[in-house]
C-alpha cells in the first residue's frame, strides 16, 4: 500500500497516563506516552506538539478509547455533540477512565477541528451479550430505571488478541470458542465463542471482577454495607479504597501493585498478592468456560498476560481440570504459543496493541478500511 493510504491518530487516555500513536496501514509511525494525564490545555499542547514532529502522514482521522460507551456508545461512533453530553452520564461508572478520555475527546476537537473523531468503546466487544450472562440478579424495579446490566471492558484488548489467536491457529475468529484474559493494570477474562463474547469478568463498572493492580474486584457485597454502616467508612473512603488501595497494592501491605516488583520481592506479603491474584484469574477461567462447548486455546494478553511469564504459569498451573498445562516457553519475544507441543489446549501469548486495532475501528466506523 503507497503513501496515500489514510492515517489514524489513536488516543489513550487512562486515569493516570496519555498515549498517542500514529498509526497507517498497520504500523505505527510515532508513539508517545505520558505518565500523568494532562489537563486540557496541556493535552491540547500535547496533541500539537506530537503531530508537529510527526511526518506529514495525510491524517483521515482521530479515534479515541473510550472505556465505558455505556447504552449511548455501543459502538464506534463519529464525534458530535450530542455524542460527548450522552457520554458524559456515564462518567461515574468509570471515574478513573471516563472523565480524562473526554477531556482528551474535547482538546483534540479544538485542535484538529477539520477532520472526524471517532469514539471506540472497550464495551462494544460485550454488546451482544447473552441476557444469562449480563443480568444482574437484583430487583427488576432497579435494572429498569438505573439501567443496571454486565457491560464488560477490556473490548479493544480482546478484538486485536481474537484475530491474533485465530491467525496463529490457522483458524477463523467465527468458528473458534476461547477463553481470552487481559492481565495488566486493570484484569478481566472473557468467553468467546463463534467471534462473540458470551460471557466476562467485568460487569457495570471496571471494578467487578479478578482483583488488579490497585481495584479491588469482586467483593462480598454485604461488607461493603457493613463497612459503611456505624459510621465505620464514608461512601468517599470507601470509593477511594476499592480503586486506588485495594487489588495487588492492598494484598501485600501497600508494597506494589506491580507483579514484577512482587515477583522479585517474594516477601510473604507479596507471595500471598501474587498467589490470591493467580487463584482468582484461574477461577475466573474456569467459570468463563463453562460458557463454552469446548476450549479451542487459552489466551493470554494485556501487560502482565504478555510480559509475565511467572504469573502465567502460576494460572496454568491450576487449570489441569480444564486440559491447559504449564508453559513450555518462556522466551517470547513476539505472539506465539506457550504450551508444549500438542498440548490438549494451546497457551497462546499476544501483545497488546489497543493502538492498532483503535486504528482499525477508527476507520471502519468511517466505512474505509486499512
Known amino acids: 500500500m503507497g503513501t496515500t493510504d489514510p492515517a489514524v491518530l489513536t488516543v489513550n487516555a487512562g486515569s493516570s497516563s496519555l498515549q498517542l500513536h500514529l498509526v497507517r496501514d498497520g504500523q505505527v509511525l510515532r508513539t508517545e506516552h505520558s505518565e500523568r494525564s494532562p489537563d486540557p490545555g496541556a493535552a491540547e499542547r500535547a496533541i500539537a506538539d506530537f503531530l508537529d514532529a510527526a511526518p506529514d502522514t495525510g491524517l483521515a482521522a482521530v479515534g479515541h478509547r473510550l472505556v465505558h460507551g455505556g447504552e449511548a456508545v455501543r459502538r464506534p461512533a463519529v464525534v458530535d455533540d450530542g455524542v460527548l453530553e450522552a457520554v458524559g452520564e456515564y462518567a461515574d461508572l468509570a471515574p478513573l477512565h471516563v472523565p480524562p478520555a473526554l477531556a482528551l475527546v474535547k482538546a483534540a476537537r479544538r485542535r484538529l477541528p477539520g477532520i472526524p473523531h471517532v469514539l471506540c468503546p472497550d464495551t462494544a466487544f460485550h454488546a451482544g451479550l447473552p441476557d444469562s450472562a449480563a443480568t444482574y440478579a437484583l430487583p427488576a424495579e432497579w435494572r429498569s430505571r438505573y439501567g443496571l446490566r454486565r457491560y464488560g471492558f477490556h473490548g ?29 493494570g486493570g484484569s478481566s477474562v472473557c468467553a468467546v465463542r463463534e467471534g462473540r463474547s458470551v460471557d466476562t469478568s467485568m460487569g457495570f463498572t471496571p471494578l467487578e471482577g479478578v482483583p488488579m493492580s490497585r481495584r479491588s474486584g469482586s467483593v462480598d457485597p454485604g461488607m461493603l454495607l457493613w463497612l459503611l454502616s456505624d459510621s465505620r467508612l464514608t461512601l468517599d473512603e470507601l470509593r477511594d ?24 520481592s517474594g516477601d510473604p506479603a507479596a507471595v500471598l498478592a501474587l498467589e490470591v491474584f493467580e487463584h482468582r484469574v484461574s477461577r475466573e477461567i474456569a467459570a468463563a468456560a463453562t460458557s463454552l462447548d469446548r476450549l479451542d486455546a487459552l489466551v493470554f494478553t494485556g501487560e502482565i498476560g504478555w510480559d509475565q511469564p511467572e504469573v502465567r504459569e502460576g494460572v496454568c498451573r491450576r487449570l489441569s481440570l480444564l486440559g491447559v498445562g504449564p508453559p513450555a516457553r518462556t522466551d517470547l519475544d513476539a505472539d506465539g504459543t506457550v504450551s508444549a507441543p500438542g498440548a490438549a489446549v494451546p497457551v497462546l501469548v499476544v501483545r497488546p496493541r489497543e493502538e492498532l486495532q483503535l486504528a482499525r475501528e477508527t476507520l471502519g466506523a468511517l466505512g474505509r478500511h486499512p
Do not use: F, I, N
Open 156 to 184: 479493544l484488548s480482546y478484538a486485536w488478541a481474537l484475530e491474533r489467536a485465530a491467525e496463529m491457529l490457522d483458524r477463523p475468529a467465527r468458528t473458534l470458542q476461547v477463553v481470552l484474559t487481559h492481565l495488566g
Open 241 to 264: 479504597g476499592l480503586e486506588r488501595r485495594s487489588g495487588l497494592l492492598g494484598l501485600s501491605d501497600g508494597k506494589s501493585g506491580d507483579t514484577r516488583e512482587l515477583v522479585a
